[in-house]
């Protein structure tokens, strides 16, 4: 079985309640459809009721089955406002403020929801850029307790299976840090190892990429992955990596032997952490477009509890197959 149809079987175990704002893109409303049929969550839509079940028939999609919530006449609305007041007091957030806020944007809507327990998850991103959706994830449902870092995977499903774990293979960050310091690299390495065990079930090799292998080129860049894997080192994490190494020593058996004999991962990492979120980000999309590989996410890393995004590039798809995916992380 694929990964996609066994998280989906997972997911139909016990049915999850996942928030989608973005009810105003066609595509999420197809996904809505996909998701309902084949039962891997419930779903709730946010919006106003008429002009969605009117944007559903338009577009062809059966909707029947999901929740439509409107905050204008949303019973609980002041509890929602109050929180959000209470949430953003130190910014100085007015009531009136807080207001506009939770019923003109679904995605903060969305994100009280799941806070407040009302839903489990929630998957946005298709009809907006990342960093609305991580600005509405951060500031309502906030990073889990001991994390510093929130921070982003995808995991790339490549059809030939020759890189990674049959062809299973996670790139982080790719959506939220754009410069990551040493400190962050180490908290990115880390978050996608636990990723990569709970939501892939593979056993993490993660190689720290970098335009160097092992010290063969000198400079500052590369002396911050270098610092970075030490930071791994000195946390004494329970997990395999190695670095700073380049992209071929890290996927590809036989330039790892030649790059790094001695490296454990040289060769078969399954995970890459990215040197910043230019490469990352480039780096998956090229992945996704010449070699045709399923993009998963980006799955986000370090909230409370589980919100992930979309490239506004998703198909339907994408979408349905990561509402499942948020599904199993509730
Ligand atoms: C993630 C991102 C939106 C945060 O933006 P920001 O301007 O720092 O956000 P804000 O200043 O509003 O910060 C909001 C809060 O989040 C915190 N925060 C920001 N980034 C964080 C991170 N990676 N981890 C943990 N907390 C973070 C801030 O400290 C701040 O906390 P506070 O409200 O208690 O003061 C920003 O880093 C970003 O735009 N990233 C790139 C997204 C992107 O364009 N991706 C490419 C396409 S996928
Ligand atoms: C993850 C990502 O790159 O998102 P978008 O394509 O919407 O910018």
Redesign the pocket.
């Known amino acids: 079985m694929g990964l996609i149809e066994s998280i989906k079987e997972n997911a139909r175990k016990e049915l999850k309640t996942i928030v989608l704002p973005e009810s105003e893109d066609e595509r999420v409303l197809k996904a809505a459809q996909i998701v309902l049929e084949e039962k891997t969550a419930n779903v709730i839509l946010i919006g106003n009721e008429d002009t969605i079940k009117s944007d559903a028939a338009s577009c062809g999609a059966n909707i029947e089955g999901a929740t439509i919530i409107d905050p204008k006449s949303f019973d609980k609305i002041d509890a929602y406002i109050d929180e959000l007041v209470e949430l953003r007091k130190k910014?100085g957030l007015s009531r009136e403020e807080a207001t506009e806020i939770m019923t003109t944007e679904p995605r903060f809507f969305g994100c009280m929801m799941v806070r407040l327990g009302d839903a489990d998850g929630l998957v946005a991103g298709s009809n907006s850029?990342?960093?609305d959706v991580?600005?509405a994830a951060?500031?309502v449902i906030k990073?889990a307790p001991g994390i510093?870092?929130?921070?982003s995977t995808f995991i790339m499903e490549t059809a030939d299976g020759k890189f990674g774990d049959n062809g299973l293979i996670l790139f982080a960050d790719?959506?939220?840090?754009?410069e990551p310091n040493a400190e962050q690299l180490a908290d990115i390495a880390s978050a996608t190892a636990a990723t990569a065990k709970s939501v892939v079930g593979l056993e993490p090799k993660v190689a720290m990429l970098s335009f160097s292998t092992m010290g063969s080129a000198k400079h500052p860049l590369v002396d911050k992955v270098q610092y970075a894997c030490e930071i791994l080192e000195d946390r004494e994490v329970d997990f395999a990596y190695d670095g700073e190494m380049q992209a071929d020593a890290a996927i590809v058996e036989a330039i790892g032997a030649k790059k790094a004999p001695n490296s454990s991962v040289a060769g078969k990492a399954n995970v890459l952490v990215f040197p910043d979120?230019q490469s990352g980000?480039i780096g998956y999309k090229l992945v996704q477009r010449f070699a045709g590989a399923a993009a998963h996410g980006?799955i986000v890393q370090?909230l409370n509890k589980p919100v992930n995004?979309l490239?506004r590039g998703c198909s339907v798809e994408d979408i349905s197959n990561l509402v499942a995916i948020t599904a199993t992380q509730c």
Not at 148 to 151: A, G, K, L, Q, Y
């Open positions: 910014k850029p990342t960093a991580l600005r951060i500031q990073t510093n870092t929130v921070s790719c959506a939220v840090n754009p979120l980000n980006p370090g995004d490239s």
